[in-house]
């Protein structure tokens, strides 16, 4: 195990952190421009297709609108998630304690810690539950995540464990809290529908004299 702040890195995922930074030293610019520039585009991304999803669901029944209105907060939940494990774990960053290159970008400020990687949280949340909405489009969405996890070793800001990690926290909260908050919406929307389609009461007619 190596030692990082206050918690124990696994001395596999260094040397994996290692080797990816070094490769990515020695790969071509536009390879480092592209990889190095991935994460933010990836997010956007995966939101453009988070909303293809949802308007998807749209035309359907009140849990497929449901599942619509409910389809942003997973990713929502899983970042808040992440931030509340960082200040938890206090992992230092890589890119410090190795004191390997950075490849695109600059080393986030200390206190900024390491472990689980925020963009990998938010990103395995958003390709889950794109999955959860339309499998067709899930099916782009999950090598998406992967990209933008493997952009943050290749840019030198996070371990492979933190990446791991945090696509994986972000798929169980989708995976969790997609159902979990889509049944009181689904059952708030048929009220409403049933309410808006209910007899309209008839007005009391006047008595003649």
Avoid at 27 to 36: I, K, M, N, R
Avoid at 49 to 75: E, I, K, T
Avoid at 192 to 201: D, E, I, L, N
């Amino acid at each position: 195990m190596a030692d990082n702040g206050s918690m124990d890195v696994p001395e596999i995922s260094a040397e994996w952190y290692r080797d990816v930074v070094d490769a990515a030293a020695s790969s071509p610019e536009p390879v480092q421009w592209f990889v190095g520039h991935a994460t933010e585009g990836v997010i956007l991304l995966l939101g453009a297709l988070l909303l293809m999803a949802a308007l998807s669901r749209r035309s359907g029944g009140p849990h497929d609108r449901a599942l619509a209105l409910v389809a942003p907060l997973p990713a929502l939940l899983a970042y808040v998630g992440s931030e509340w494990f960082k200040t938890v774990v206090d992992e230092d960053r890589p890119c410090r304690t190795i004191g390997r290159a950075i490849i695109a970008g600059t080393c986030p400020p200390p206190g900024d810690w390491s472990f689980p990687s925020n963009h990998s949280t938010v990103a395995g949340a958003l390709a889950v539950t794109i999955l959860l909405l339309s499998r067709r489009l899930g099916l782009v969405a999950l090598p998406l995540a992967a990209l933008a996890a493997f952009s943050r070793v290749f840019v030198g800001v996070h371990y492979p464990h933190d990446v791991i990690a945090g696509v994986l926290f972000g798929a169980l909260v989708a995976v969790v809290a997609t159902p979990l908050l889509a049944r009181p919406a689904a059952e708030l929307l048929r009220r409403r529908t049933s309410s808006a389609g209910g007899p309209v009461p008839k007005l009391a007619s006047r008595s003649r004299p």
